[in-house]
């Protein structure tokens, strides 16, 4: 099955620099990648995604990339705010297995003011 | 915005108790999760449901966890006989029928603790 590897598993910057989140995924046949955010005691909350026909996205601060070459993804966070502070799971499945979508393990950012 | 929702939002039992976590999906989408998130760790995959029946599941999904649609709104996680090890935050979550991507709408969880 799919195996999702995320790092760093915690981040700190300061406000206004950027912060990138990195992924692997094992599974060649997966093509589509969502970020998901979760506050403190919250639900994780759909931020971004990218599917395996395009290679970035963009949305204002936040763009992702993809290189299924490498089976690798990454999520870029611009000007960063310290509302931006939470963790942060990349997530993988596939287009013709899309009953399962594994996530990783997840990266604890901290924006410092 | 549409939304999932989930009661209890906490619930304590006593270990070997039976638990039934309640869901509602939105309306109108057609695949049904249940994901499992012990504090402080990843976000883990339980079980998919589709057409009333259980489409794939993790080897998480013992025998004593089981799923049902009880009626056209409700989508329920029962766990038979609980154990310390299962305390911890279950997320509910829905997605369309698929449509190249699949989109999770997830609900804001239910914690059990289990005593």
């Known amino acids: 099955g799919e195996n999702v590897e995320q790092h760093p598993s915690t981040l700190s910057v300061q406000e206004g620099d950027s912060a990138v989140i990195k992924c692997t995924y094992s599974?060649?046949?997966?093509?589509?990648f969502p970020w998901y955010k979760q506050e403190l005691g919250k639900r994780p909350q759909l931020i971004i995604d990218?599917?395996?026909?395009?290679g970035e996205k963009k949305d204002q601060r936040i763009a992702v990339t993809l290189n299924k070459t490498a089976k690798h993804f990454s999520l870029h966070i611009t000007e960063t705010q310290p509302e931006d502070s939470a963790v942060y799971f990349c997530?993988?499945?596939?287009?013709?297995?899309?009953?399962?979508?594994?996530f990783g393990a997840g990266t604890r950012l901290t924006v410092k003011p | 915005e549409p939304e999932v929702t989930q009661t209890p939002s906490h619930q304590v039992t006593q270990m070997g108790q039976e638990v039934i976590l309640r869901c509602v999906p939105i309306?109108?989408?057609?695949?049904f999760y249940w994901y499992r998130q012990i504090l402080g760790q990843k976000v883990e995959f339980l079980v998919s449901?589709?057409?009333?029946?259980?489409?794939?599941k993790s080897e998480i999904f013992d025998d004593q966890f089981s799923v049902e649609r009880p009626d056209g709104s409700n989508f329920t996680l029962k766990i038979r006989s609980t154990k310390l090890e299962d305390s911890a935050m279950y997320f509910c979550?829905?997605?369309?029928?698929?449509?190249?991507?699949?989109?999770?709408?997830f609900g804001a969880g239910s914690r059990l603790t289990v005593l």
């Open positions: 979550a829905s997605s369309e029928e698929f449509s190249g991507a699949n989109v999770l709408t």
């Open positions: 599974d060649s046949a997966s093509n589509y």
């Open positions: 990218i599917r395996s026909n395009v």
């Open positions: 997530a993988a499945s596939g287009m013709y297995n899309n009953n399962d979508m594994r």
């Open positions: 309306s109108n989408h057609l695949y």
């Open positions: 449901f589709y057409n009333n029946e259980i489409s794939e």
